[in-house]
């Protein structure tokens, strides 16, 4: 798995943060949720749209089936409790991005709620790491509800720009489900593990593609301190609009120790939001909550409630997937790979769909699942591409591990044979035909004369072989091997060695 273990601020011995996350994901419906107007990304600015979204007078919303099954779905795989009958409310805020002047959204009846997350305990870099994902926390998800998203402020990119902001009203109406945890998250790493499992989970099911660049998947953090034992949590405030996980991580590290800080010094924290200026590595104070934020949230008298009764739950739950976590239990049992391997070879869906199939038609999946670390992620690596891109796929990553297992072709003629199919961007049963359909060499006699040779020439070594030091044989066949330029089976050389040396 891909987390890199970040260094991170020590923990301090006398406060400890609190931190719970909201996380906004767009679900991937083809029209809104409350008109049938297209959610494409990247159409031009203010062309989808429909007096529904736009919010004009009298237009009446109608909502979507299919974002509800979706939000459904996605609240089910974070292990919540969907409610039968879910309430549609007005937000009601000023922003010029929200023509209508409310937002509709769930309040106090969402979706679904009592939900949780698994994480390893300890957050990021442990999960294939020093506990090997063994020990896990939970992590609570308070509620999963449905809204409609705003518009998008445009703040820059136009000719006049340093005095107006345009604005583009193709997002208003795109759905979403707003997923909010708990305070349960201890540390920076366990925030960033949090939201590495949130997008894992939601990206198995195909609810969202998880887009952070594109906002389809937006966190706010909210974080506070206490001293150390103390039950009660302390001020929060609320981190918006930062645009990675990274960043997230980041940003609270940074806001915990200037909350420990103001404390340490006689000061109070104010419950404020604050934005993160990731050049600088600060967060910076935005708007007091105090003064913000009475919604007057009112149900909405245009929507009836939303009701997902049994049946339609267990027709949406037809959908569901294997999720990530008993996927790599699963193939660990079926193919005797370790947990590690199963971590790196589910990072993403595609790839385990075609790991398995890979391992499925190989002789020894446990060598597929071995080239694939040891041969494939390196080369991929120095490349700079994603396993998607590879050149080799899962089918020439089982190709050529049965080659190798049969004893056609050697290690090193792999390797070898790997390279070129880099170099000329094909996959691998290509590259070996092209190449000739190699074999490792099995002449017998041309081996025996190697073998005389590198005998003849370490008098040193085969006398320590012959008074008894019998880890010499490796000795010999490393010569032999390297002077047949791996093209010899070590497996024969072995024979012949042993033989010859009595
Ligand atoms: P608000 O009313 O300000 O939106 P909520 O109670 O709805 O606050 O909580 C929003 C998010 O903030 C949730 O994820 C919750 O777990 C988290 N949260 C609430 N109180 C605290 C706190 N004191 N410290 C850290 N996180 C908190
Ligand atoms: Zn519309
Ligand atoms: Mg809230």
Not at 329 to 355: C, H, N, P
Request: some cysteine; proline content about 5%; glycine content about 8%.
């Amino acid at each position: 798995m891909a987390t890199t273990a970040q260094t991170s601020v020590a923990a301090h011995p006398r406060f400890e943060p609190v931190i719970g996350l909201e996380v906004h994901v767009q679900l991937l419906t083809a029209s809104k949720i409350f008109c049938s107007c297209s959610t494409r990304f990247g159409a031009p600015p203010n062309t989808n749209v429909c007096p529904v979204c736009l919010g004009m007078p009298g237009a009446l919303p109608v909502l979507n089936r299919k974002a509800v099954e979706f939000a459904t779905l996605a609240a089910m795989v974070l292990n919540c409790r969907i409610n039968e009958t879910s309430i549609f409310a007005r937000k009601n805020y000023f922003y010029p991005d929200l023509p209508k002047g409310y937002q509709i959204s769930q309040y106090d009846k969402p979706l679904a709620e009592h939900g949780y997350i698994e994480i390893p305990a300890g957050g990021a870099g442990t999960s294939a790491g020093s506990n090997g994902g063994k020990q896990k926390k939970k992590i609570g998800i308070t509620r999963v509800h449905m809204e409609e998203d705003a518009g998008k402020s445009l703040h820059e990119g136009f000719p006049d720009s340093d005095e107006k902001t345009a604005i583009d009203l193709n997002r208003t109406g795109v759905p979403l489900v707003e997923i909010v945890s708990e305070p349960d998250i201890a540390s920076p790493d366990e925030a960033y593990e949090y939201l590495t499992r949130l997008k894992e989970i939601i990206l198995y099911t195909g609810v969202s593609d998880c887009n952070m660049e594109e906002g389809s998947l937006r966190c706010d953090a909210n974080v506070s301190v206490r001293p150390r034992g103390q039950n009660e949590l302390g001020t929060k405030t609320e981190i918006k609009n930062v645009n990675s996980f990274r960043f997230i991580r980041e940003a609270l590290e940074y806001e915990i120790g200037r909350q420990i800080d103001v404390i340490e010094s006689g000061g109070k924290i104010t419950q404020e939001t604050r934005l993160y200026n990731a050049n600088e590595g600060k967060t910076y104070g935005m708007r007091s909550k105090e003064q913000a934020h009475d919604y007057r949230y009112f149900p909405e008298p245009d929507l009836l409630p939303l009701v997902v009764d049994e049946k339609w739950r267990a027709e949406i739950a037809r959908a569901l997937p294997e999720l990530p976590e008993a996927r790599r239990a699963r193939m660990v049992k079926d193919y005797g790979i370790t947990e590690y391997d199963a971590q790196v070879l589910t990072v993403s869906k595609s790839l385990a769909d075609q790991f398995e199939e890979a391992a499925k038609a190989a002789k020894n999946p446990k060598r597929v699942a071995n080239l694939v670390q040891g041969e494939l992620m390196g080369r991929l690596k120095a490349k700079g591409i994603a396993i998607e891109q590879s050149p080799i796929s899962m089918r020439g990553v089982a190709a050529s591990a049965d080659l190798v297992e049969s004893g056609t072709i050697s290690g090193k003629m792999l390797k070898d044979l790997y390279d070129l199919s880099f170099e000329r961007s094909k996959d691998f049963p290509v590259v070996y035909e092209e190449e000739g359909r190699p074999q490792q060499s099995t002449d017998t006699s041309t081996l025996e004369k190697i073998i005389d040779e590198i005998l003849a020439a370490n008098p040193k070594q085969l006398e320590q072989y012959r008074t008894g030091k019998k880890t010499m044989l490796g000795f010999f066949v490393g010569q032999v091997m390297k002077a047949s330029k791996g093209q010899a089976s070590p497996q024969l050389v072995n024979e012949l060695l042993t033989k010859k040396l009595g």
